[in-house]
Each structure stands twice: as C-alpha cells, then as structure tokens.
C-alpha cells in the first residue's frame, strides 16, 4: 500500500465499531474502495449525513429499510440495493423488529470517518 496513503488512513483502519445504533465490521479497506458489514438494531437510525470525498453502494443481506436518500425515501429488504453518490444527504433505517444487515461498499477519494458530515444524530 502507498506509504502516504497509510500515513492518512492509519487511524481509519479499525475492522470494528460499536454505535449506539449497531456497529459495523470492516472487511477489506484498500486504497480505492472499503467494504463494510454493518448492523442496526431494530428501531434504530444511522445519522442523516453526507461526504464529500466518496460514494457508496448499500446491499441489504437481512432485514427491513427506510432509506433517505437526496429527500426521498424508500423501502428496502433483503437483495436490494441503493447507490448514494457523494454530496447527498443520506439515512438508513431499520423499521424491523429484527437486526438489518447491510453491506457498504465505499469508493472515491477518501475513506476516513472525518469525512462524515453529520445534519442530525443517530436514533
């Protein structure tokens, strides 16, 4: 991996995260994209945010979804997926009584968490 690549992305390189809506597995962190496995509880949000420096696409794998998505919201359950182009406000929530698992495969500039922009908390 390029050395100034690790040096930006050192602190970025955690494989688990505990949230107080869920938490999330990294499973690959390259220098061109980062996959992660993430978890929400049942009646629970990830905060309505957006990032400049990279896109994602959601996969849901288990689970019931409301995605906000540039102001629209939309229903997803296993096998579906969403693209989320970077600059757009963005939220997935879990409206099941059991946990949503959901695949994120990042791509773009920049992976770190500081590139979350947050317009409102987590639920």
Do not use: C
Not at 109 to 118: A, L, M
């Amino acid at each position: 991996m390029d050395k100034n690549y690790m040096e930006t992305q050192k602190e970025y390189l955690v494989s688990f995260g505990e949230r107080p809506w869920g938490n999330y597995v990294v499973l690959a962190n390259e220098i061109d994209f980062k996959v992660k496995k993430v978890i929400v509880k049942p009646n629970a949000s990830i905060s309505l945010q957006r990032h400049n420096l990279r896109e994602e696409h959601w996969f849901i794998q288990k689970g019931k979804a409301i995605v906000k998505s540039a102001g629209q919201d939309q229903i997803m359950e296993k096998g579906d997926s969403i693209d989320i182009p970077r600059n757009t406000i963005h939220r997935i929530s879990n409206y099941g009584q059991d946990d949503l698992v959901f695949i994120e495969i990042q791509t773009g500039d920049y992976f770190g968490e500081d590139d979350i922009e947050r317009i409102e908390e987590s639920r």
